[in-house]
């Protein structure tokens, strides 16, 4: 037999044991018979001999290891009765715990997905990444490129020097390329919709392994451009656009009015290359001169124009420094062969790539850990809380503790029993944790949501939150049940069994109590301020000038395929949907422009005035935006030197500009610029000069925060970019106007999509997200926190005043008026908060630092949230201690007196 | 008859596993089985036989079976492990080490020193 066997046959063990001992007592009895002892007499000194049969019982059971288990099983069962006998108290514990929790929790979950999830592909811990980067700043960077750049960023490579590396590559399983595209059109059976997708090399599925739930994948014959044109959906778009019917697999569909048959369908949780990517048609590589003609039409032909992704995955028992070295040769040699002009050798280095693009860690990782700290205080104001309250009640149950004392337990028995009825309230505060986790679980994505598309972000619940929850559980009731358990062996056996024991303990001030509540008050103070320093951020940002109207503006996206519509087709596509949007009812003005403004997005090109020779801008570009003739009048930017554009500044005529006020003053000080030119530093050996119009007044460009950058516009129709953003100036109501939109853009081109309809001023809040949660949490923590602290003082003043009920009726009985005995209590009230606050104020202003970089036009020590926190937090105090206080006030003496 | 002597501290495993090293038993035949070899002059608590047992089971040196008794009753046979048996070993041989030298320094004289 062993242990579990015991513990979970517990009833056969038990009636085995007791055949067992009745055996052995039968025997000797039967024996005691025969040597001539009358049955009774024999029976009973059998029993005698043998000792009490319920004792022996008992230390069997310990022997095989079980008592431990029924003593625990009793504490618990106590533990049950114990809550049950006080509801109130059981649910303020399993309350505030379970929101701490819930709140740790859910952003556990948060934490976990964004910074731990890793690609869904077989060994995805082994797969890297390429990264290069131009590190000597008078190199010139070694061609055109079509990526993103940055530190801890995978770049972008040619596509003849990747198959150069491929082929001498020796360190990884294979080399594979890829590139994200987004906004591309699908159409299916005449419904045109935006989807994202992602190019990748034929040999991308072999080597990366992602698992498939129909179909087949791309294979390295479908990458040649005299292959029939083929792709690989995801299970989103599968159940999204065939309602996963296997009618979709050899179905032709078009994309930018390519027409390429589906031949498989990856797996649910494989996303592409990124993790917690959105992409939904995967396609060969070879496909991407006829669906994303860009430039000269085939940028496979283009030997130094740097675009693809490339990634591989490490041979077993290769270290990173070994691949490190051998694939920087392989560039360097790929290099030098697919690009003999180019003199300057950019640094090479390799990177991880379980993420695959994701590069959202990058952004979310402080913010993350920010909340999680917050989280935690908050979680650590209610273990202070239930501390308190465990302490209190720990007093009333002295006479229970003397009295098991008493009779014998050992003081480690009766800590053992209060910290099981800690971990008893824990665990059910941990499962309500879990569980508002659970549903909370998307609540914190939602809050990064734009408001007219999802986040993407989808967290899911795995062994790693359930482990996380365990364990903020486990340490919660260890932090809260040890002080109680350790005060409760410390009760004098013999005053506590006395009736009026408690009179002469000597410690009727409850300091432990007072210290826990004094803690208490401090951190909450603390996450008040944070919440208020967060939501004056928010407040700063929403209200900082912009330099232009946003109100009733309207915005979509028109991407029209360059396959369609050629410069200057596109040019004419765009003036007709601007007209016939002008001529709807409700709509004041309509303009265009390549980039929105403040939504993260911007464009910057080097140009520099005619003539001069080349000077800062070369370093720091200014910022560029083609926009449409009414642009400055729909946006409310005043011009306040020359002309605005007009309808005729077209590509028949020479290409103008208007510029900015920062731009104009940095570039022409003291210089009227309207009649001037500038040139791109850039362009061939002859750039054409560009007049300059006009000069507009300073309006922020991509991101809310910042001074408003030095600013060229251009005219739109002479400079398309090919994507473009519709700003509509309307009164209208959106979803009447949003619906003449679409018929307006339909009746032009019945595939061509409206993207992304959204107001300007959602668009603003857009970019705010990481403000607009860190106000939301914060406050909603400050509340929790204030909630908590509230009950925190009313708990110890009442026990004080409880425990002081006798001395205040003696008070009264010697003439002490009740308003002088409620401003006793509320004094003490008063000097608890104080202190509390005092310490909350220096360590808010020790730690706040840490987030300066996240406030705006605020100090971390910004005194008017100081002020208002601490004077919050003072009414607060007063309020919760007022309750006992006239408690106290209302005291009758003879009541009193006779009390205890 | 001198008076029987109260066990020494620790020594009921090591004669538990003596015991049945010789045949297995059940707890009654044990204890009739010590008390026959040690001819009665060793007083062993009844009742502190069985959590022994349980304990020496519970570390695996004994193992035990149902089976029927002499007068046809259900009793549990305990018999020795392999473990049990190189435990039993190691104990005797210490306690034998022990005596000696317990005995040695009981019956050492003065005039030896």
């Known amino acids: 037999m062993n242990f579990f066997k015991n513990l979970f046959q517990r009833r056969q063990m038990e009636s085995e044991m007791d055949t067992e001992l009745r055996f052995h007592i039968d025997s000797f009895t039967a024996d005691l018979i025969r040597q001539g002892i009358p049955s009774d007499e024999a029976l009973r000194r059998a029993r005698m001999e043998f000792g009490a049969i319920e004792a022996k019982k008992e230390e069997c059971r310990e022997s095989l290891g079980l008592r431990l288990w029924d003593e625990l099983r009793g504490d618990c069962r106590y533990g049950v009765r114990m809550m049950k006998q006080n509801p109130g108290f059981t649910a303020v514990a399993v309350v505030s715990l379970g929101l701490g929790i819930g709140a740790n929790t859910a952003i556990f979950t948060f934490a976990q997905e964004i910074l731990l999830k890793t690609m869904a592909v077989p060994h995805s811990e082994r797969l890297r990444m390429l990264n290069w980067a131009v590190v000597d700043p008078k190199a010139h960077f070694p061609g055109p490129a079509w990526g993103s750049f940055g530190p801890g960023l995978a770049s972008p490579f040619p596509y003849r020097l990747y198959q150069e590396m491929r082929r001498h590559n020796e360190v990884l399983d294979d080399l594979v390329a890829f590139k994200d595209v987004y906004h591309l059109s699908a159409t299916v059976n005449g419904q045109a919709e935006p989807v994202d997708g992602m190019l990748v090399s034929g040999n991308f599925y072999r080597s990366i392994a992602p698992k498939m739930i129909a179909g087949r994948p791309i294979a390295p014959e479908d990458d040649s451009l005299s292959a029939s044109p083929v792709v690989v959906i995801s299970d989103a778009y599968w159940a999204r656009r065939f309602g996963r019917s296997a009618e979709a697999l050899g179905k032709i569909i078009s994309l930018n009015r390519v027409p390429v048959t589906i031949i498989g369908v990856n797996a649910p949780e494989f996303k592409g290359a990124k993790a917690g990517g959105t992409y939904e048609i995967f396609f060969p590589l070879s496909l991407q001169p006829q669906v994303l003609p860009i430039r000269d039409g085939s940028l496979l032909a283009i030997d130094n124009y740097w675009w693809l992704m490339v990634m591989g995955r490490l041979k077993a028992g290769v270290t990173d420094q070994a691949a490190g070295i051998a694939l920087e040769a392989g560039f360097r040699n790929a290099f030098h062969a697919t690009m003999p002009e180019k003199k300057d050798f950019p640094h090479f280095s390799i990177i991880k790539g379980s993420r695959g693009l994701d590069r959202r860690q990058l952004e979310f990782t402080k913010p993350i850990y920010l909340l999680l700290a917050l989280a935690g205080l908050v979680l650590l104001i209610a273990c202070a809380n239930l501390a308190n309250l465990l302490l209190a009640r720990s007093t009333t149950r002295q006479r229970e503790m003397s009295l098991r004392l008493a009779m014998g337990a050992t003081r480690s028995r009766v800590m053992r029993q209060v910290l099981t009825e800690a971990m008893l309230l824990a665990s059910l505060g941990g499962a309500a944790g879990l569980l508002l986790g659970y549903w909370g679980r998307n609540f914190i994505p939602s809050l990064f949501d734009d408001s007219w598309h999802p986040s993407g972000i989808d967290p899911q619940m795995d062994w790693r939150v359930f482990a996380f929850a365990f364990a903020i559980t486990l340490i919660t009731g260890l932090l809260f049940g040890v002080a109680p358990a350790w005060r409760s062996t410390r009760a004098d056996v013999n005053s506590g069994l006395q009736e009026t024991g408690r009179m002469s303990t000597g410690r009727p001030r409850a300091f432990l109590g007072k210290a826990l509540v004094v803690c208490q008050v401090s951190l909450s103070l603390l996450l008040l301020v944070g919440a208020g320093l967060f939501l004056r951020t928010l407040l700063n940002l929403r209200t900082t000038a912009i330099g232009f109207n946003p109100e009733h503006i309207l915005l979509f996206d028109i991407n029209p395929p360059r396959s369609q519509y050629p410069w200057p087709k596109g040019v004419a596509l765009y003036q007709r949907i601007e007209e016939k949007l002008a001529i709807l009812p409700g709509v004041q003005s309509v303009t265009l422009s390549a980039e929105p403004l403040l939504a993260n997005s911007m464009d910057r090109n080097c140009f520099r005035p005619t003539g001069k020779p080349p000077g800062p801008a070369e370093q720091d570009p200014p910022w560029t935006n083609s926009v449409g003739p009414n642009f400055f009048e729909t946006f409310g930017i005043p011009i306040v030197n020359g002309r605005s554009f007009t309808a005729r500044d077209n590509h028949s005529v020479p290409d103008v500009a208007i510029v900015n006020r920062r731009f104009a003053r940095e570039s022409f000080p003291n210089e009227n610029p309207v009649g001037r030119t500038i040139t791109s530093c850039e362009r061939g050996d002859n750039p054409t000069p560009i007049e300059i119009v006009g000069v507009s007044a300073d309006a922020k460009y991509s991101d809310i925060r910042g001074e408003a950058p030095p600013t060229i516009y251009f005219s739109f129709p002479q400079d398309n970019k090919g994507r473009a953003t519709f700003e509509l100036k309307t009164a209208a109501s959106t979803p009447s106007i949003v619906a003449e939109i679409r018929e307006v853009v339909r009746s032009i081109d019945k595939d061509l999509p409206v993207q992304e309809v959204r107001t300007q001023t959602q668009q603003i809040e857009a970019t705010l997200s990481q403000e607009r949660v860190f106000a939301t949490l914060t406050s909603g923590f400050g509340i929790l926190a204030l909630i908590l602290a509230s009950i925190g003082i009313y708990g110890i003043m009442s026990y004080t005043v409880s425990r002081r009920t006798n001395e205040i009726g003696i008070r009264m009985a010697l003439g002490a008026r009740s308003t002088v005995v409620l401003s006793m209590v509320l004094r003490e009230t008063l000097l608890l908060a104080l202190i509390g606050i005092a310490a909350g104020l220096a360590s808010a202003a020790a730690v706040t630092r840490l987030a300066a970089t996240m406030l705006y036009n605020l100090k971390p020590t910004d005194p008017l949230t100081f002020v208002a926190a601490a004077f919050l937090l003072t009414i607060i105090a007063l309020a919760s201690g007022f309750i006992p206080a006239r408690r106290a006030s209302s005291v009758d003496p003879m009541h009193a007196l006779r009390h205890e | ?113």
């Not at chain 2, 009665?40 to 036989?49: A, K, N, P, T």
């Open chain 2, 1 to 113: 008859m001198a008076k029987p002597l109260d066990l020494l501290q620790g020594t009921l495993d090591m004669l538990i596993l003596k015991a049945i090293s010789l045949g297995p038993l059940h707890g009654y035949g044990i204890l009739l089985r010590i008390q026959q070899i040690s001819k009665d002059r060793l007083e062993i608590q009844q009742g502190s036989l069985y959590p022994a047992l349980y304990r020496l089971e519970h570390q695996g040196w004994i193992a035990s079976v149902w089976g029927e008794s002499e007068n046809n009753r259900k009793a549990k046979y305990y018999s020795l492990t392999a473990r049990g048996k190189r435990q039993l070993q190691l104990e005797a041989e210490n306690w034998n080490r022990m005596t000696d030298v317990i005995g040695g320094i009981l019956s050492t004289a003065k005039e030896e020193l």
